[in-house]
Nanobody, 118 residues
Framework: VQLQASGGGLVQAGGSLRLSCAAS????????MGWYRQAPGKQRELVAT???????VYVDSVKGRYTISRDNAKRTLYLQMNSLIPEDTGVYYC?????????????WGQGTQVTVSS
């Protein structure tokens, strides 16, 4: 399983970005996936998740501003981020959690930098 994150960049406060996570080796609709972020000097934080059954959870700080979605045909997970604020700055990582013959496994994308200027 390989995950390739992209879409980060520099944006002014109030702006938008859409992150993508292209997956190979899995069907995105059949596994649990999501996004974490890590701000400078802080621990990695779970931002949004979508389960194989379609259940979605957001951290409180992004509710109403972020939308997680997936496109099975394109094998891609997305994170639409609107009304960005400087506190959203960090490296965003996508992940996928899936079953294997030796138990559940988690794979990570390489991270994409999001910087929101005030």
């Amino acid at each position: 399983v390989q995950l390739q994150a992209s879409g980060g960049g520099l944006v002014q406060a109030g702006g938008s970005l859409r992150l993508s996570c292209a997956a190979s080796g899995i069907v995105v609709g059949f596994v649990d996936m999501g996004w974490y972020r890590q701000a400078p000097g802080k621990q990695r934080e779970l931002v949004a998740t979508i389960t194989s059954g379609g259940s979605i959870v957001y951290v409180d700080s992004v509710k109403g501003r972020y939308t997680i979605s997936r496109d099975n045909a394109k094998r891609t997970l997305y994170l639409q981020m609107n009304s960005l604020i400087p506190e959203d700055t960090g490296v965003y990582y996508c992940y996928a959690e899936y079953p294997t013959t030796s138990g559940r496994r988690t794979s990570w994308g390489q991270g994409t930098q999001v910087t929101v200027s005030s």
